[in-house]
T-cell receptor, first 115, second 113 residues
């Protein structure tokens, strides 16, 4: 199994809603990532979890709250989002060995629309 | 600092045409270099990589050679197919930052039959 599974595939939410994005992998990877991708732009790193601990937060607003309940799961909790937060949210995982050619495996993403 | 500059698209080619997508980088030390591909409606997939100078990465008919003297990692394919239509990203991993990648702007390729 070399898949990273993200749910839901599409999400529409209002600015006062609370929602969560979910990501799962069963490759035994110990590093997991959230990226944000606007249309026709490259992905931008948001968070990195290494061995279930948050290791990188790229100065993301607090309305995005990541959680790593165990080594296979990664959540992104959303609250009081703005329309400009509409984007494709990509989850990725890697072995987490810190080697220089570490390969990231990406999920298909959640397309989020904030109304 | 570290950066990646990539040829912007969109690029439109006929089937069986030759493809080159330029990528240059700025980095300290000797980083690995990657090309990722994003097919419509999907996440990114690693297409190929090179870990040191003069290495050639190859996969699915695509090739890229790590040129330290020109700090380049251009992507080439001799004969593109309609199924190669996608967005291609050159990427530079940041050593000791937990797998963080710096991506180029992406090049959208459209191959017509």
């Amino acid at each position: 199994d070399t898949e990273v599974t993200q749910t839901p595939k599409h999400l529409v939410m209002g600015m006062t809603n609370k929602k969560s994005l979910k990501c799962e992998q069963h490759m035994g990877h110990r590093a997991m990532y959230w990226y944000k991708q606007k249309a026709k732009k490259p992905p931008e790193l948001m968070f990195v979890y290494s061995y279930e601990k948050l290791s990188i937060n790229e100065s993301v607003p607090s309305r995005f709250s990541p959680e790593c309940p165990n080594s296979s799961l990664l959540n992104l909790h959303l609250h009081a989002l703005q329309p400009e937060d509409s984007a494709l949210y990509l989850c990725a995982s890697s072995q987490g060995q810190g080697v220089r050619d570490e390969k990231l495996f990406f999920g298909s993403g959640t397309q989020l629309s904030v109304l | 600092g570290n950066s990646v500059t990539q040829m912007e698209g969109p690029v439109t080619l006929s089937e069986e045409a030759f493809l080159t997508i330029n990528c240059t980088y700025t980095a300290t030390g000797y980083p690995s270099l990657f090309w990722y591909v994003q097919y419509p409606g999907e996440g990114l997939q690693l297409l190929l990589k090179a870990t040191k100078a003069d290495d050639k990465g190859s996969n699915k008919g695509f090739e890229a050679t790590y040129r330290k003297e020109t700090t380049s990692f251009h992507l080439e394919k001799g004969s593109v197919q309609v199924s190669d239509s996608a967005v291609y990203f050159c990427a530079l991993p940041i050593y000791n930052q937990g797998g963080k990648l710096i991506f180029g702007q992406g090049t959208e390729l459209s191959v017509k039959p």
